[in-house]
């Protein structure tokens, strides 16, 4: 069974820094591109930002450029997201999810597999 499990949510003041994890078991995606989504109360689910297979190409929602960075680590089946500078705009649940193919893509359409998310609650 393919799970995606993140970690590393929790509750912060505003300008503190978080780093989420998401751990995948059941199968490999080191030949997949990785993202993280996330959905604020009352709003639909948005992009983050996303990381290509090799790791080579990354990209980011432009109200988090400059303060999030996502990593991987293909030898652990595991993607991470660094926040820093928090806003209180940066609540939500926020996603993990693998493409189907190798490249950087924003569009949710194009992930197939999710973890169940974990909150992040930025207090100011």
């Known amino acids: 069974q393919v799970q995606l499990v993140e970690s590393g949510g929790g509750l912060v003041q505003a300008g503190e820094s978080l780093r989420l994890s998401c751990a995948a078991s059941?199968?490999?995606?080191?030949?997949?591109?990785m993202g993280w989504f996330r959905q604020a109360p009352g709003k639909e689910r948005e992009f983050v930002a996303a990381?290509?297979?090799?790791?080579?190409?990354?990209s980011y929602a432009d109200s988090v450029k400059g303060r999030f960075t996502i990593s991987r680590d293909n030898a652990k089946n595991t993607v991470y997201l660094q926040m820093a500078s928090l806003k209180r705009e940066d609540t939500g649940v926020y996603y993990c999810?693998?493409?189907?193919?190798?490249?950087?893509?924003?569009?949710?359409?194009?992930?197939?597999?999710w973890g169940q998310g974990a909150q992040v609650t930025v207090s100011s």
């Open positions: 059941g199968r490999t995606f080191s030949g997949n591109a």
């Open positions: 990381i290509s297979w090799s790791g080579g190409r990354t």
């Open positions: 999810a693998a493409a189907r193919g190798p490249g950087v893509i924003t569009t949710p359409q194009a992930y197939d597999y």
